[in-house]
């Protein structure tokens, strides 16, 4: 059974840092490639980066140069290091694996940038 569990989110005021990670269960990510995901307040659900099998990453326009997604094969963890956070960077984080087209989704991660 797959699992998905995401933490480290957080109240943090702009320009600060957060990491967040992605806990994975019933498959080794160096088998699949792994997507964070951001939902906002308006609801839209949007890819943030993308961590392929064999490490190679893909970030969206808006988080470029900010935030770096990284994997742990010892512990099956995906991080994403948010660095230089903005307001426009709040919403529900989620990890994201996709298997023989089933997605599968963990239950979030709340991140607020605040002052």
């Known amino acids: 059974q797959v699992q998905l569990v995401e933490s480290g989110g957080g109240l943090v005021q702009p320009g600060g840092s957060l990491r967040l990670s992605c806990s994975a269960s019933?498959?080794?990510?160096?088998?699949?490639?792994m997507d964070w995901y951001r939902q906002g307040p308006g609801g839209r659900r949007e890819l943030v980066a993308h961590?392929?099998?064999?490490?190679?990453?893909t970030y969206a326009d808006s988080v470029k140069g900010r935030f770096t997604v990284s994997g742990n094969n010892a512990e099956n963890t995906v991080y994403l290091q948010m660095n230089s956070l903005r307001p426009e960077d709040t919403g529900v984080y989620y990890c994201?694996?996709?298997?023989?087209?089933?997605?599968?989704w963990g239950q979030g991660t709340q991140v607020t940038v605040s002052s």
């Open positions: 994201n694996v996709q298997i023989s087209t089933l997605p599968y």
């Open positions: 019933g498959i080794s990510f160096r088998t699949y490639p």
């Open positions: 961590l392929t099998n064999v490490g190679i990453t």
